[in-house]
């Protein structure tokens, strides 16, 4: 996997914006039971102050799915977005406190060495858990129906069934 290096040591206190447009190879994305039909498109947010990150991770991309009722492929456009804590690994150092930007506190905490993150796994991880379970493609989609053939039977050969019927 193509790894996507985040370096903390170079961030100063304040807000940092990143795009990054990765590929379903460049993510090992290629055997999977889904299709990818575009490039991950990714915007990365990065809050650091003091010894406290933020990281918020947003990403667009389509996928080619089958429709769990009408077993049609359709191509379905996703936007996902993952908040993180982001913690340095360093025994002793004692976060301060904990301000956060984050409107709702659905966030995991993540622990990064070194001063430096490889997030390539994380977008990764965010286009997998993003295939809905029992995909739709659309919301009304029904079953197609299939006639019985009994019931389209010619009335000429009506006749003839009903002879063999009682032989
Ligand atoms: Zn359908």
């Known amino acids: 996997m193509k790894p996507v290096i985040i370096n903390f040591k170079e961030l100063k206190t304040g807000t940092y914006h990143f795009n990054i447009t990765l590929t379903s190879q460049e993510l090992e994305l290629e055997d999977i039971e889904f299709k990818l039909t575009s490039p991950i498109s990714t915007h990365i947010r990065i809050y650091k102050n003091r010894n406290n990150y933020e990281m918020e991770i947003q990403s667009h991309f389509k996928l080619l799915l089958t429709c769990s009722r009408c077993l049609k492929e359709f191509e379905s456009d996703f936007s996902e977005k993952d908040n993180f804590y982001l913690k340095q690994n360093v025994?002793?150092?004692?976060?301060?406190?904990?301000?956060?930007?984050?409107s709702d506190e659905d966030a995991y905490t993540i622990f990064f060495q070194d001063e430096q993150l490889d997030i390539a796994p994380l977008i990764r991880e965010q286009v997998i858990l993003s295939l809905p379970l029992r995909p739709l493609c659309s919301d009304n989609c029904q079953i197609p129906e299939y006639k019985s053939e009994v019931e389209n039977i010619d009335p000429r050969w009506q006749k003839l069934l009903e002879l063999k019927n009682k032989i």
């Not at 002793?92 to 301000?99: D, F, K, R, Y």
Request: hydrophobic fraction near 25%; glycine fraction near 8%; charge should be negative.
């Open 91 to 102: 025994e002793g150092l004692e976060n301060l406190e904990n301000e956060s930007t984050f």
